[in-house]
T-cell receptor
Framework: DQQVKQNSPSLSVQEGRISILNCDYTNSMFDYFLWYKKYPAEGPTFLISISSIKDKNEDGRFTVFLNKSAKHLSLHIVPSQPGDSAVYFCAASNSGGSNYKLTFGKGTLLTVNP | GAGVSQSPSNKVTEKGKDVELRCDPISGHTALYWYRQSLGQGLEFLIYFQGNSAPDKSGLPSDRFSAERTGGSVSTLTIQRTQQEDSAVYLC?????????????FGQGTRLTVV
C-alpha cells in the first residue's frame, strides 16, 4: 500500500520553462512534506519542505504547494535549468516535530533540455 | 571527510551470507538514519539513532537486520543470511539536530546485490 505516490515516472521540459512535479498521499496523518533531489550515484539532497499548516512555501526558483483537502502537493521549478535534471522524491511524515521517519514516493526523473 | 561516508560503495554477496555495511556520519552529528531503496521504489526507512537514546528500529524488515552505532559515531548495518529481496541501495544520513530529516545529509549509499 503506497502512501506517497508520484504517478509520473518521468518529465521532460525545455530550459526556461516551468517544471511541475506532482505528489499524492493517502495518509491524512501526514503533517510535514519534503522534496529531495537525487543525482546518479549520489545520495538525495533536501530541496524544500512544507508544514501542513501552510499551503505554499517558496525558496528561490522552487515553490511547493500543498492542497490538504486533495491530499496533493506539487513542486514548481521556474525557470527550469539543465542542472535541475535529476530524480525528485516527494516524502512525508506524521512525526510532528520529529521528522526522521519519512515515507517516500518512487520519484520522478526530470530532464531539462537546453 | 566533510560528508557522510559509506563503505563499501558496492557489495555483491551470495544468498545466505552475512554482510556488514558501514556509515561514517558527519562529525558532531547526533542523529543518524538508515534508509534503503529497492529497484523502482522510493526510499524506505529502516532505523534511526539519536545520541544515547534507544534507536527506533521500527523500519527494519526482519530480524535478520540489525544495526549498531558505537560511541555515537560510526554505524554498522548488518544483514544476516541475505536473501535476494535484500538487494537494494542502502543509504545512511546524519543530521546535527534530532529528528530533522530536512537537515540530514545523505551518503552516496552502498549498492548491495545478493546473487
Amino acid at each position: 500500500d503506497q502512501q506517497v505516490k508520484q504517478n509520473s515516472p518521468s518529465l521532460s521540459v525545455q530550459e526556461g520553462r516551468i517544471s511541475i512535479l506532482n505528489c499524492d498521499y493517502t495518509n491524512s496523518m501526514f503533517d510535514y512534506f519534503l522534496w529531495y533531489k537525487k543525482y546518479p550515484a549520489e545520495g538525495p539532497t533536501f530541496l524544500i519542505s512544507i508544514s501542513s499548516i501552510k499551503d505554499k512555501n517558496e525558496d528561490g526558483r522552487f515553490t511547493v504547494f500543498l492542497n490538504k483537502s486533495a491530499k496533493h502537493l506539487s513542486l514548481h521549478i521556474v525557470p527550469s535549468q539543465p542542472g535541475d535534471s535529476a530524480v525528485y522524491f516527494c516524502a512525508a511524515s506524521n512525526s510532528g516535530g520529529s521528522n526522521y521517519k519519512l515515507t517516500f514516493g518512487k520519484g520522478t526523473l526530470l530532464t531539462v533540455n537546453p | 571527510g566533510a560528508g557522510v561516508s559509506q563503505s563499501p560503495s558496492n557489495k555483491v554477496t551470495e544468498k545466505g551470507k552475512d554482510v556488514e555495511l558501514r556509515c561514517d556520519p558527519i562529525s558532531g552529528h547526533t542523529a543518524l538514519y538508515w534508509y534503503r531503496q529497492s529497484l523502482g521504489q522510493g526510499l524506505e526507512f529502516l532505523i534511526y539513532f539519536q545520541g544515547n537514546s534507544a534507536p527506533d528500529k521500527s523500519g527494519l524488515p526482519s530480524d535478520r537486520f540489525s544495526a549498531e552505532r558505537t560511541g555515537g559515531s560510526v554505524s554498522t548495518l548488518t544483514i544476516q543470511r541475505t536473501q535476494q529481496e535484500d538487494s537494494a541501495v542502502y543509504l545512511c544520513a546524519s543530521s546535527l539536530r534530532r529528528g530533522s530529516a530536512s537537515e540530514a545529509f545523505f551518503g552516496q549509499g552502498t549498492r548491495l546485490t545478493v546473487v
